[in-house]
C-alpha cells in the first residue's frame, strides 16, 4: 500500500534556484526518510527525520516534518543539473522496519 | 560502506521460466527487502527478511517467494514468470533504519 502522495509528480526548473516537493502520509510514523535515483538506478538515502524532529539540514537539502498534517518539504537550495532525478519519500510505521514509499517527484534541472 | 549487489542488471527471461533473482549484502544487516518498481506506482515491497530462514510477506507476495539461507544473501524467486512481472526490481538492506539499496534489475518477461 502507498504510505505517502507526493507533490507535485513533476517539477522543472533553472540551475540555481530552489526545488521544493511536498510528501503526504497516512499513518503514525517512527521516522521519514527522502530518497534520490536517477534514472534506470537503485535509491540513495538523502536524510532521514525522525518523528520528534521539526526541521534539518545536510548541505543543500532542508527536510521538514509536521507530524499534525502529516506531512513533509524537502527544499534543494541553488540547484544544479547534477540534480535532476526523481525523489522519493519513504516512511517507517512504529515498531516496523520496512520502508512504504510515495510515488515520487521527477526534477529536472535545466542548465 | 555498505554495498549491496544484484546479480544481473538486465534480465530477460521467458513466460512460465523459474527466475531467480540475487541480492547480496556486505556489512552484516538483519534485514533485507524486495521491491518491485513500476511507472505510476511507485515502489512496493514483496517480501522481506528479519533474520536467516525468517520471511515476511510484504504488500504484493502473489507470484513470488523468497530464500535467505544465509544473513547476507537473500533471493527472489518468480516461480513461473509472467509478463506481468516485468519490472525494475530492487533490493534493499539495513541494521536500523538506514537502508541500502542495489542498483537493481531490470527484469522483462517475454
Not at chain 1, 533553472?14 to 510514523?29: D, F, H, L, R, V
Not at chain 2, 525494475?88 to 536500523?96: E, H, K, N, R
Given at each position: 500500500?502507498?504510505?505517502?502522495?507526493?507533490?507535485?509528480?513533476?517539477?522543472?526548473i533553472?540551475?540555481?534556484?530552489?526545488?521544493?516537493?511536498?510528501?503526504?502520509?497516512?499513518?503514525?510514523?517512527n521516522?521519514?526518510?527522502?530518497?534520490?535515483?536517477?534514472?534506470?538506478?537503485?535509491?540513495?538515502?538523502?536524510i532521514?527525520?525522525?518523528?520528534?524532529?521539526?526541521?534539518?539540514?545536510?548541505?543543500?537539502?532542508?527536510?521538514?516534518?509536521?507530524?499534525?498534517?502529516?506531512?513533509?518539504?524537502?527544499?534543494i537550495?541553488?540547484s544544479?543539473?547534477?540534480?535532476?532525478?526523481?525523489?522519493?519519500?519513504?516512511?517507517?510505521?512504529?515498531?516496523?522496519?520496512?520502508l512504504?514509499f510515495?510515488?515520487?517527484?521527477?526534477?529536472?534541472?535545466s542548465? | 560502506?555498505?554495498?549491496?549487489?544484484?546479480?544481473?542488471?538486465?534480465?530477460?527471461?521467458?513466460?512460465?521460466?523459474?527466475?531467480?533473482?540475487?541480492?547480496?549484502?556486505?556489512?552484516?544487516?538483519?534485514?533485507?527487502?524486495?521491491?518491485?518498481?513500476?511507472?505510476?506506482?511507485?515502489?512496493?515491497?514483496?517480501?522481506?527478511?528479519?533474520?536467516?530462514?525468517?520471511?515476511?510477506?510484504?504488500?504484493i507476495?502473489?507470484?513470488?517467494?523468497?530464500?535467505?539461507?544465509?544473513?547476507?544473501?537473500?533471493?527472489?524467486?518468480?516461480?513461473?514468470?509472467?509478463?506481468?512481472?516485468?519490472s525494475?526490481?530492487?533490493?534493499?538492506?539495513?541494521?536500523?533504519y538506514?537502508?541500502?539499496?542495489?542498483?537493481?534489475?531490470?527484469?522483462?518477461?517475454?
Open positions: 500500500s502507498q504510505q505517502g502522495e507526493e507533490d507535485p509528480q513533476a517539477l522543472s533553472q540551475e540555481g534556484e530552489n526545488a521544493t516537493m511536498n510528501c503526504s502520509y497516512k499513518t503514525s510514523i521516522n521519514l526518510q527522502w530518497y534520490r535515483q536517477n534514472s534506470g538506478r537503485g535509491l540513495v538515502h538523502l532521514l527525520i525522525r518523528s520528534n524532529e521539526r526541521e534539518k539540514h545536510s548541505g543543500r537539502l532542508r527536510v521538514t516534518l509536521d507530524t499534525s498534517k502529516k506531512s513533509s518539504s524537502l527544499l537550495t541553488a544544479r543539473a547534477a540534480d535532476t532525478a526523481s525523489y522519493f519519500c519513504a516512511t517507517v510505521s512504529r515498531g516496523f522496519q520496512k512504504v510515495g510515488t515520487g517527484t521527477r526534477l529536472l534541472v542548465p | 560502506d555498505v554495498k549491496v549487489t544484484q546479480s544481473s542488471r538486465y534480465l530477460v527471461k521467458r513466460t512460465g521460466e523459474k527466475v531467480f533473482l540475487e541480492c547480496v549484502q556486505d556489512m552484516d544487516h538483519e534485514n533485507m527487502f524486495w521491491y518491485r518498481q513500476d511507472p505510476g506506482l511507485g515502489l512496493r515491497l514483496i517480501y522481506f527478511s528479519y533474520d536467516v530462514k525468517m520471511k515476511e510477506k510484504g504488500d507476495p502473489e507470484g513470488y517467494s523468497v530464500s535467505r539461507e544465509k544473513k547476507e544473501r537473500f533471493s527472489l524467486i518468480l516461480e513461473s514468470a509472467s509478463t506481468n512481472q516485468t525494475m526490481y530492487l533490493c534493499a538492506s539495513s541494521l536500523d538506514g537502508y541500502t539499496f542495489g542498483s537493481g534489475t531490470r527484469l522483462t518477461v517475454v
